[in-house]
């Protein structure tokens, strides 16, 4: 097997994972050539424009947007009382 195929094969098996390598990835050359406050900036920057389009689609602001991704139980929302 090639390279491209051990990657492919490792995509399709770990997405997140891949999908997280690919950000940070990305993040840390945008770091080198922008530096680290203006990437703040653009990470403030980007998660306004995604709060501004989840507006306009019409769910609102309501909830924490991370529950989804670092929630303990992604399905209950129930705070455990």
């Known amino acids: 097997m090639g390279f491209f195929e051990d990657l492919s094969d490792f995509v ?25 406050w203006k990437m703040i900036l653009l990470f403030i920057l980007a998660f ?19 529950s989804r991704f670092f929630g303990k139980n992604r399905d209950d929302d129930d705070l455990g009382d």
Do not use: Q, T, W
């Open 48 to 66: 306004a424009g995604y709060v501004i389009g989840k507006m306009l689609e019409g769910d609102g602001i309501g909830g924490n947007p991370f």
């Open 12 to 36: 399709r098996e770990h997405p997140g994972r891949a999908f997280g390598a690919l950000i940070g990835f990305v993040a840390g050359i945008a770091i080198l050539l922008f530096g680290f």
